[in-house]
Nanobody
Framework: QVQLVESGGGLVQPGGSLRLSCAAS????????MAWYRQAPGKVRELVAR???????EYADSVKGRFTISRDYAKKTTDLQMNSLKTEDTAVYYC???????????????WGQGTLVTVSS
């Protein structure tokens, strides 16, 4: 019932920018952290950026200074602004959120379907 849907992926040239968005929907009482992961072909999924319920952020070393994660509490969305993109940023990007649903005392790790970002000349 809880869904995360990513959007904004596509093809971009090195040095360019792209903004990914993730919208959460369903019977959500509260969202704790929201995060972006990525997975390149043949590689493990890695954490790119995370933002806590109070707005604290953390980033993978490889994207620090280039990517910015944000969230909109009312809209239940998170965005990932990606600047100065490199070819090594090419991956499928997944939205993740720790969600509490109405009536639940446990959290749900929700995942989006992924959106492909290709950085190439």
């Amino acid at each position: 019932q809880v869904q995360l849907v990513e959007s904004g992926g596509g093809l971009v040239q090195p040095g360019g920018s792209l903004r990914l968005s993730c919208a959460a929907s369903g019977p959500i009482l509260r969202i704790n952290h929201m995060a972006w992961y990525r997975q390149a072909p043949g590689k493990v999924r890695e954490l790119v950026a995370r933002i806590s319920i109070v707005g604290s952020t953390e980033y993978a070393d490889s994207v620090k200074g280039r990517f910015t994660i944000s969230r909109d509490y009312a809209k239940k969305t998170t965005d990932l602004q990606m600047n100065s993109l490199k070819t090594e940023d090419t991956a499928v990007y997944y939205c993740n959120a720790e969600v509490y649903r109405f009536g639940d005392s446990f959290h749900l790790d929700a995942w989006g379907q992924g959106t492909l970002v290709t950085v190439s000349s």
